[in-house]
């Protein structure tokens, strides 16, 4: 069982659709992160959230930190081929200096 | 320009063969770290330093073995390679402890024979 489960863990919809992808665990984090990664390429930082309850958007892009910050969600709104990729969550439990990365999300979007 | 590389990006080699991989930083962090990312894109770290000093040493067998000569520079050692050391091997910096945002190099990808 990983710490991080994503979901869907794939995705492929259709150019200007909507959508959202969860990260949840059963442990409080002190901070998330969400990663973008493309292929042969090494995990690019999108956004970092602190506070419980936290949001933020990056244009297209809105994330959310749950208000227990056990989870997260992302965003897409009206989605572009641009933003194909392997969308990571990643955290830092509370009193652990380790990144915890999530399963991961695989997006496809269909021109 | 390059803010994080990783040589080499492809390694093809035999089982019980000793290989390296370097990793350099120019972004001035004080903390670099390896990842391992399995044929499920999952991501999970096997070493951090900070300042060249060890920090996070994950389960890792000790036949993978970090060496950090200066901030800059963090490589990874592997001995006697296996069949499942197989996998996509991330370096990472960070800046401002362990917490700040950490930046990946492009990967290498290890496949043993």
């Known amino acids: 069982t990983q710490l991080l489960e994503q979901s869907p863990q794939f995705l492929s919809i259709q150019e200007g659709e909507n959508l959202t992808v969860y990260c949840n665990s059963s442990?409080?984090?002190?901070?998330l992160q969400w990663y973008r990664q493309e292929p042969g390429e090494g995990p690019v930082l999108l956004v970092t959230?602190?506070?419980?309850?936290e949001v933020k958007k990056l244009k297209r892009l809105t994330f959310q930190f749950g208000d227990a910050r056990k989870d997260s969600s992302l965003h897409i709104t009206a989605a572009q081929p641009g933003d194909t990729g392997l969308y990571l969550c990643?955290?830092?439990?509370?009193?652990?200096?380790?990144?915890?990365f999530g399963t991961g999300t695989r997006l496809t979007i269909i021109p | 320009d390059t803010a994080v590389s990783q040589t080499p990006k492809y390694l093809v080699t035999q089982m019980g063969n000793d290989k390296s991989i370097k990793c350099e930083q120019n972004?001035?962090?004080?903390?670099m770290y390896w990842y391992k990312q399995d044929s499920k894109k999952f991501l999970k770290i096997m070493f951090s330093?900070?300042?060249?000093?060890?920090?996070i040493n994950e389960t890792v067998p000790n036949r993978f073995s970090p060496k950090s000569p200066d901030k800059a520079h963090l490589n990874l050692h592997i001995n006697s390679l296996e069949l499942g050391d197989s996998a996509v091997y991330f370096c990472?910096?960070?800046?401002?402890?362990?917490?700040?945002?950490?930046?990946f190099g492009p990967g290498t990808r290890l496949l043993v024979l």
């Open positions: 330093y900070n300042n060249k000093e060890l920090i």
């Open positions: 990472a910096s960070s800046r401002g402890g362990r917490r700040g945002a950490q930046y």
């Open positions: 972004l001035g962090h004080d903390t």
């Open positions: 959230v602190v506070t419980g309850g």
């Open positions: 990643a955290g830092f439990m509370v009193g652990n200096e380790k990144l915890t």
């Open positions: 442990s409080v984090f002190s901070s």
